[in-house]
């Protein structure tokens, strides 16, 4: 999951990477972006990917900056927003990081911190904070841990295939393979004590649910069981 990986990604990203923004069945995450909007004119969305919360963001924000490690989807995101006056799109260099310290009352980092090696997440979640302005509201949109958990316990009850990796002692870290990919996800108390180590306080810890078919189970849609989801964190900057 480094660079390459992302500008691999890139071109066929519609059909590979999961939208966050656009699955949300219940809007808590453009809910909880428009909350942040009242409180600042300028956001920073780190790790913006080809930008799918570009044009959402654009609406809200007076002033929209947006930055990812990858070139190829710097160039997407460029691309897509090129008609949105109020929207920057810089690749990820420690110059720019270094120009861009402090300078955000709301930062978003959607799906970002999910690198299995725990030393790579920890400088990114540092790098992320050392954006926001103390006291600013960032929003963090993370893989769960107990969905994960919780649709493998669905799977074996239905005697359907398990996900390959999601019950091998990695999975006990919250390492857990998403289309074979490992990938981090966050127990709620962890993502509370990992923000707090990073220079964040939880606020508020949200379900973003998504729809069954999100886990290959489109066929649990209608039925009454709780939906997967990811988590929503909205954090202070302290
Ligand atoms: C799963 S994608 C999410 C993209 C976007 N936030 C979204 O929700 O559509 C993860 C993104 O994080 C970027 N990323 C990972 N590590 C990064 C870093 N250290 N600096 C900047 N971008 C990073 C990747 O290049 C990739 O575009």
Redesign the pocket.
């Known amino acids: 999951?480094n660079?390459e990986y992302?500008d691999q990604?890139?071109d066929d990203w519609e059909g590979q990477?999961?939208?966050?923004?656009s699955e949300d069945l219940r809007g808590v995450i453009r809910r909880a972006i428009q909350r942040a909007a009242r409180r600042s004119d300028r956001v920073l969305?780190?790790?913006?990917?080809?930008?799918?919360?570009l044009s959402f963001l654009s609406r809200e924000f007076r002033e929209v900056h947006a930055?990812?490690?990858?070139a190829r989807?710097v160039a997407r995101a460029r691309e897509r927003t090129r008609r949105l006056g109020n929207v920057t799109v810089e690749r990820?260099t420690p110059r720019v990081l270094r120009r861009l310290e402090g300078a955000f009352g709301c930062v978003?980092?959607?799906?970002?911190?999910?690198?299995p090696n725990a030393g790579v997440r920890r400088?990114?979640w540092l790098?992320i904070r050392r954006t926001a302005r103390r006291g600013a509201t960032s929003l963090f949109?993370v893989p769960s841990l107990e969905s994960a958990q919780y649709c493998e316990r669905v799977r074996r009850r239905l005697g359907l295939a398990r996900v390959a990796g999601a019950n091998d002692v990695r999975a006990a870290a919250g390492i857990v393979p998403i289309e074979g990919v490992p990938t981090k996800h966050y127990a709620a108390d962890e993502l509370r004590s990992v923000l707090a180590a990073a220079g964040f306080r939880l606020t508020v810890l949200t379900p973003v649910r998504y729809a069954w078919s999100s886990e290959g189970l489109a066929q649990l849609a209608g039925t009454r069981r709780r939906l997967p989801w990811d988590w929503l964190a909205e954090a202070r900057a302290v």
């Open positions: 999951m660079r992302w990604q890139a990477i999961f939208d966050s923004l969305d780190f790790g913006c990917g080809v930008g799918g919360y930055i990812d490690w990858s989807c990820n978003v980092a959607a799906n970002v911190v999910i690198h400088r990114l790098a949109v």
